[in-house]
Protein backbone atom coordinates (compact mmCIF):
# COMPACT_ATOMS: atom_id res chain seq x y z
CA UNK A 1 0.00 0.00 0.00
CA UNK A 2 1.14 3.18 -1.11
CA UNK A 3 1.30 6.26 1.05
CA UNK A 4 -0.76 9.24 -0.47
CA UNK A 5 -0.84 12.23 1.13
CA UNK A 6 -2.27 14.81 -1.13
CA UNK A 7 0.19 18.39 -1.79
CA UNK A 8 2.82 16.71 0.15
CA UNK A 9 6.32 16.99 -0.67
CA UNK A 10 8.12 13.74 -1.02
CA UNK A 11 11.46 14.95 -1.19
CA UNK A 12 11.17 16.32 2.31
CA UNK A 13 10.80 12.55 3.67
CA UNK A 14 13.98 11.59 1.41
CA UNK A 15 15.91 14.09 2.94
CA UNK A 16 14.66 13.10 7.00
CA UNK A 17 15.56 9.45 6.18
CA UNK A 18 18.94 10.27 4.28
CA UNK A 19 19.47 12.53 8.07
CA UNK A 20 18.20 9.34 10.13
CA UNK A 21 20.56 7.36 8.19
CA UNK A 22 23.62 9.39 8.14
CA UNK A 23 22.80 10.18 12.41
CA UNK A 24 22.83 6.32 12.93
CA UNK A 25 26.41 6.14 10.63
CA UNK A 26 24.37 3.46 8.15
CA UNK A 27 25.37 2.83 4.03
CA UNK A 28 22.27 2.68 2.46
CA UNK A 29 23.08 -1.03 1.71
CA UNK A 30 22.88 -1.72 5.01
CA UNK A 31 19.01 -0.19 5.62
CA UNK A 32 18.19 -1.24 2.28
CA UNK A 33 18.91 -5.42 3.70
CA UNK A 34 16.70 -4.15 6.84
CA UNK A 35 13.84 -3.52 5.03
CA UNK A 36 14.59 -6.35 2.39
CA UNK A 37 14.37 -4.32 -0.67
CA UNK A 38 17.16 -3.63 -3.27
CA UNK A 39 19.81 -1.02 -2.95
CA UNK A 40 18.33 1.17 -5.50
CA UNK A 41 14.85 0.90 -4.34
CA UNK A 42 15.81 2.52 -1.02
CA UNK A 43 17.94 5.16 -2.72
CA UNK A 44 14.94 6.27 -4.58
CA UNK A 45 13.03 6.52 -1.19
CA UNK A 46 16.21 9.15 -0.51
CA UNK A 47 15.39 10.66 -3.38
CA UNK A 48 11.83 11.41 -3.32
CA UNK A 49 9.50 8.17 -3.51
CA UNK A 50 7.18 7.76 -0.93
CA UNK A 51 7.79 4.26 0.74
CA UNK A 52 4.98 2.21 1.10
CA UNK A 53 3.45 2.07 4.66
CA UNK A 54 4.74 -1.38 6.22
CA UNK A 55 8.79 0.49 4.50
CA UNK A 56 7.66 3.23 7.00
CA UNK A 57 7.05 1.12 9.80
CA UNK A 58 10.97 -0.64 9.47
CA UNK A 59 12.39 2.71 9.11
CA UNK A 60 10.77 3.70 12.33
CA UNK A 61 11.53 0.28 14.19
CA UNK A 62 14.94 0.27 12.73
CA UNK A 63 15.90 4.19 14.46
CA UNK A 64 13.85 3.74 17.13
CA UNK A 65 11.43 6.23 16.73
CA UNK A 66 7.51 6.31 16.29
CA UNK A 67 5.92 6.33 12.54
CA UNK A 68 4.63 9.80 13.22
CA UNK A 69 7.82 11.43 13.82
CA UNK A 70 9.00 10.05 10.01
CA UNK A 71 5.57 11.12 8.64
CA UNK A 72 5.55 14.64 10.57
CA UNK A 73 7.35 16.23 7.49
CA UNK A 74 3.90 15.94 5.67
CA UNK A 75 2.07 18.01 8.56
CA UNK A 76 4.69 21.00 8.79
CA UNK A 77 2.96 24.28 8.43
CA UNK A 78 -0.71 22.16 8.21
CA UNK A 79 -3.36 22.00 10.71
CA UNK A 80 -3.19 18.04 10.81
CA UNK A 81 -2.04 16.53 14.12
CA UNK A 82 0.48 13.37 13.06
CA UNK A 83 -0.09 11.84 16.22
CA UNK A 84 -3.70 10.86 14.74
CA UNK A 85 -1.99 8.37 12.38
CA UNK A 86 -1.20 5.00 13.62
CA UNK A 87 0.82 2.35 11.15
CA UNK A 88 -0.90 -0.84 11.76
CA UNK A 89 0.98 -4.27 11.26
CA UNK A 90 -0.81 -7.04 10.00
CA UNK A 91 0.79 -10.92 10.19
CA UNK A 92 1.32 -10.74 6.34
CA UNK A 93 4.30 -8.70 6.82
CA UNK A 94 2.15 -5.56 5.57
CA UNK A 95 1.31 -2.25 7.04
CA UNK A 96 -1.67 0.09 6.68
CA UNK A 97 -2.12 3.51 7.67
CA UNK A 98 -4.92 4.36 9.83
CA UNK A 99 -6.61 7.95 11.09
CA UNK A 100 -7.36 7.87 14.38
CA UNK A 101 -10.64 9.19 15.89
CA UNK A 102 -10.36 11.61 18.90
CA UNK A 103 -10.91 8.48 21.32
CA UNK A 104 -8.61 6.49 19.77
CA UNK A 105 -5.81 9.04 20.46
CA UNK A 106 -6.69 9.36 23.82
CA UNK A 107 -5.90 5.65 24.32
CA UNK A 108 -3.21 5.53 22.45
CA UNK A 109 -1.53 8.70 24.75
CA UNK A 110 -2.76 7.34 27.59
CA UNK A 111 -0.89 4.09 27.05
CA UNK A 112 2.14 5.60 26.12
CA UNK A 113 2.19 7.18 29.37
CA UNK A 114 0.65 4.24 31.91
CA UNK A 115 3.33 2.76 33.64
CA UNK A 116 1.05 -0.40 34.08
CA UNK A 117 1.07 -1.28 30.59
CA UNK A 118 0.89 -4.81 30.79
CA UNK A 119 -2.93 -4.03 33.26
CA UNK A 120 -3.86 -2.01 30.31
CA UNK A 121 -3.20 -5.05 27.83
CA UNK A 122 -4.86 -7.50 29.59
CA UNK A 123 -7.96 -5.64 30.33
CA UNK A 124 -8.06 -4.80 26.48
CA UNK A 125 -7.28 -8.31 25.78
CA UNK A 126 -10.19 -9.22 28.22
CA UNK A 127 -13.02 -6.84 26.81
CA UNK A 128 -12.08 -7.77 22.97
CA UNK A 129 -12.82 -11.13 23.75
CA UNK A 130 -16.01 -10.66 25.61
CA UNK A 131 -16.62 -8.79 22.64
CA UNK A 132 -16.35 -11.32 20.02
CA UNK A 133 -18.43 -13.96 22.63
CA UNK A 134 -21.33 -11.50 22.56
CA UNK A 135 -21.28 -11.30 19.01
CA UNK A 136 -21.35 -14.93 18.29
CA UNK A 137 -24.69 -15.24 20.23
Do not use: W
Not at 14 to 26: A, I, N, T, V
Not at 115 to 123: G, S
Amino acid sequence: MKINYNNADPKMLGEMLKKLRKEHGFSQSVVADYLEVERSTYTKYELGRTPTATVVAKLAALYGISADSILSVFYEGKNENPSSVAVLSSGDNEASLYILNKEEQMLVEYYRNCLRKDTVLDFTQNVYLEDCENSEE
